[in-house]
């Protein structure tokens, strides 16, 4: 169960005490390796072209201020090694995550690709440097509407391109179509999403995605996942574009203001985050529009209310609740 303790809604500057904190809540760890993407998806805020200019590698020391302290802690939860980016772009992705496989034997590595660069040699590469988990997320052309006959042919085409089958595995019409490629050393999925009708305006960036109502259930996002950008920004949540100007009040500041991930996870801004966000009020920009987590984590989003009544409001939480 996840855990939200009274240290969680504010400031933590004590660095073992941080430390604690962020090995019992964090369960996911979001980091870009580098920023380029060769995508421009109309759902997607890489739609502005941001990200196809000169590829930048994430800096040496930010990369070791991350994986460092996930292995003071002996970290065992999911490393995403990706954002905004399109992991596959560059090919220091297979060092870095053979390093922190090396490192953080327990974590369960994960990429999210557009599966624009798989080919057979570049999957067993993936095998062999360590990865866990590969999501293929299958994209339409800009512009173009969400069809199921699209959408399985892509999903073809990336399954030759792999040189493994697929085999589907969850349907839903004009929403989303799972498949499954089998793999004797990691799991690979093939995903499509109608994001227009399930996606989220990613802090309001995408215009053409709208909710129904303004959005008052809590957020567990600030709580579990930890967030860092290519240049070291660290964000609330995946939400939030670190390197935006739209976003740019939102985020924590760069980690290298902070002595070390824990601290950045327990700092003054992202308490703020934490005290807001666990509420049952309504929410404000950039969050007020965004339905995220609400259905897919509705113990984790009860868990954190529980707590902003106990540690927030002083009230009586729940029995069993942090």
Known sequence: MMYVGPEMFV????????????KETVSRVEM????????????????????????????????????????????????????????????SILARIREARTRLPKA?????????????SLIEELADAGLNYL???????????????????????????????????????????????????????VRAINFYHLGTDRGGLIGDIHTAAK????????????????????????????????????????????GSIFQAFTSAPAAA?????SSSDEKRSPCDTCSAGVLTNADSVKIVAAAHQRHVLGAPAAAGSS
């Not at 400031?11 to 962020?22: Q, Y």
């Not at 990336?158 to 349907?171: E, K, N, Y």
């Not at 709580?223 to 976003?247: K, T």
């Open 273 to 277: 985050w934490r005290r807001e966000l």
């Open 135 to 189: 999501h293929v997320s299958i994209h339409l052309k800009q512009g173009d509407a969400y069809t199921d006959r699209y959408v399985l042919n892509r999903i073809i085409e990336v399954s030759v391109r792999m040189g493994i089958p697929a085999q589907i595995t969850a349907l839903k019409s004009a929403q989303y179509i799972v498949a499954k490629v089998a793999h004797r050393r990691m799991e690979i999925e």
């Open 32 to 91: 870009e390796t580098h920023s380029y993407c060769n995508r421009r998806c109309s759902y997607c805020p890489n739609v502005v072209g941001d990200r196809l200019g000169p590829n930048q590698l994430i800096p040496e020391d930010i990369w070791q201020t991350i994986i460092g302290g996930l292995e003071e802690i002996e970290y065992d939860e999911l490393l995403v090694l990706n954002y905004y980016n399109e992991p596959l772009a560059d090919r």
């Open 215 to 258: 959005r008052k259930d809590s957020c567990f996002f600030p709580f579990a996942h930890f967030v860092v950008s290519y240049n070291g920004l660290v964000a609330p949540c995946c939400h939030i574009r670190s390197d935006r100007p739209e976003h740019e009040a939102f985020i924590y500041g760069n980690l290298r203001d902070y």
């Open 11 to 22: 400031e933590v500057t004590d660095r073992d005490v941080a430390r604690r904190v962020f």
């Open 108 to 120: 369960r590595i994960m990429i999210y690709s557009n599966g624009d660069y798989l080919e057979p």
